[in-house]
T-cell receptor
Framework: DTEVTQTPKHLVMGMTNKKSLKCEQH?????MYWYKQKAKKPPELMFV???????INESVPSRFSPECPNSSLLNLHLHALQPEDSALYLC????????????FGPGTRLTVT | AQSVSQHNHHVILSEAASLELGCNYS??????LFWYVQYPGQHLQLLLK????DPLVKGIKGFEAEFIKSKFSFNLRKPSVQWSDTAEYFC???????????WGAGTKLIIKP
């Protein structure tokens, strides 16, 4: 099973709302990733968790707050977003050791109004 | 800084034509190479990968790629394309033991029926 699941599929939120994106994998992977993808562009890395610890934060604004409750789950908490944050948010997972072959979820299409 | 370049941003072919999409990277050390595909409305899928060994690797759906170390290239090929191959194709690289995928800009492939 190489499935990464993400909920919700679509999310519309106002600039004052608080919402969360969820990601789950059951492949025994110990590294999990959040990416942001704009149309017709490659994904941009936001965060990496390795063995449930935040390993990489690519200078992401504090209005995005990641959380890794356990080795299978990854959340992204959203607060006070801007319209330019509208994008497809992708979760991925990989083994916790190189070469970090990443498997992607279907994404959450986020629209900030 | 490391980078990945994909030579063609848009490719239009007729069904049954042969395909070759170029990918070059700039890094002299150890690399792991990936091709991902994103079909319209679907999530990123791993098409094939190269870590070591035989430089000619075969992936899903009849795709193959050849790693040529001297040319820093990892070109994607398919002998006979189908309409269902219409998609965005991304070449990506990880270097040494890093998590971060370095992405090419992507190639939009359109197959005319």
């Amino acid at each position: 099973d190489t499935e990464v699941t993400q909920t919700p599929k679509h999310l519309v939120m106002g600039m004052t709302n608080k919402k969360s994106l969820k990601c789950e994998q059951h492949m025994g992977h110990r590294a999990m990733y959040w990416y942001k993808q704009k149309a017709k562009k490659p994904p941009e890395l936001m965060f990496v968790y390795s063995y449930e610890k935040l390993s990489i934060n690519e200078s992401v604004p504090s209005r995005f707050s990641p959380e890794c409750p356990n080795s299978s789950l990854l959340n992204l908490h959203l607060h006070a977003l801007q319209p330019e944050d509208s994008a497809l948010y992708l979760c991925a997972s990989s083994h916790g050791v190189p070469p970090y072959e990443q498997y992607f979820g279907p994404g959450t299409r986020l629209t900030v109004t | 800084a490391q980078s990945v370049s994909q030579h063609n941003h848009h490719v239009i072919l007729s069904e049954a034509a042969s395909l070759e999409l170029g990918c070059n990277y700039s890094y002299g050390g150890t690399v792991n190479l990936f091709w991902y595909v994103q079909y319209p409305g679907q999530h990123l899928q791993l098409l094939l990968k190269y870590f070591s060994g035989d430089p000619l690797v075969k992936g899903i759906k009849g795709f193959e790629a050849e790693f040529i170390k001297s040319k820093f290239s990892f070109n994607l090929r398919k002998p006979s394309v189908q309409w269902s191959d219409t998609a965005e194709y991304f070449c990506a690289v990880t270097v040494d033991s890093n998590y971060q995928l370095i992405w090419g800009a992507g190639t939009k492939l359109i197959i005319k029926p």
